[in-house]
């Protein structure tokens, strides 16, 4: 079946530090790859995505490449600042499934 | 914006009673999901829709049912709350193309005491 493996948080960096959250994922096929930002008390909202290997999805500074040969989608900003606090969700959909696979979410906090 | 509206945003319930949790989306989109989310589990599909009646079951469908008479609402129903239900409920939508997003609601949150 399909999975996502997230690296544990929480992560603490200080503004303007650089991030990566790691991603990794079992799948049938060639899945579509996303992620996700939930902000506190609100819905999850797509940050990237990349449907392809060597795809780089890139939004608001962050940046994932799709790695097929390592199975992964890490999830990198050079400087991150306050506003980037948040919870960040690596995602697949894995051929013709209707439906996203979740990871477990890396909660990120950045102190000024 | 997606035009989703989860109702009520939250509630406190004992265990043993029926709880409906609505999802309203203005927009007429076919798919609507709803999932749980858990520290450590992240979110967790519940069940999904395909359509109107069209509905199937996601990995944690125990103790939950659905029901979708109208595109635009999406129901999800506890008939009999236990406290292992006590979570952040989210309905999603999916726009678009196969490839296309899901567009999450704000959420319910729901304690079983």
């Known amino acids: 079946g399909n999975s996502v493996t997230q690296m544990e948080g929480p992560v603490t960096l200080s503004e303007e530090a650089f991030l990566t959250i790691n991603c990794t994922y079992t799948?049938?096929?060639?899945?579509?790859l996303f992620w996700y930002v939930q902000y506190p008390g609100e819905g999850l909202q797509l940050l990237l995505k990349?449907?392809?290997?060597?795809d780089k999805g890139s939004n608001k500074g962050f940046e994932a490449t799709y790695r097929k040969e390592t199975t992964s989608f890490h999830l990198e900003k050079g400087s991150v600042q306050v506003s980037d606090s948040a919870v960040y969700f690596c995602?697949?959909?894995?051929?013709?499934?209707?439906?996203?696979?979740f990871g477990s979410g890396t909660q990120l906090t950045v102190l000024p | 914006d997606a035009g989703i509206t989860q109702s009520p945003r939250h509630k406190v319930t004992e265990t043993g009673t029926p709880v409906t949790l609505r999802c309203h989306q203005t927009?007429?989109?076919?798919?609507m999901y709803w999932y749980r989310q858990d520290p450590g589990h992240g979110l967790r599909l519940i069940h999904y829709?395909?359509?109107?009646?069209?509905?199937d079951k996601g990995e944690v469908s125990d103790g939950y049912s659905v029901s979708r008479s109208k595109t635009e609402d999406f129901l999800l129903t506890l008939e009999s709350a236990t406290s292992s239900q006590t979570s952040v409920y989210f309905c999603?939508?999916?726009?678009?193309?196969?490839?296309?997003?899901?567009?999450f609601g704000n959420g319910t949150r729901l304690t079983v005491t």
């Open positions: 995602a697949l959909r894995s051929g013709s499934a209707r439906q996203l696979t």
């Open positions: 799948a049938t096929g060639y899945p579509s």
């Open positions: 990349a449907t392809k290997a060597d």
């Open positions: 927009e007429n989109h076919r798919y």
């Open positions: 829709s395909y359509g109107v009646k069209d509905t």
């Open positions: 999603a939508i999916k726009t678009g193309a196969s490839d296309s997003p899901l567009h």
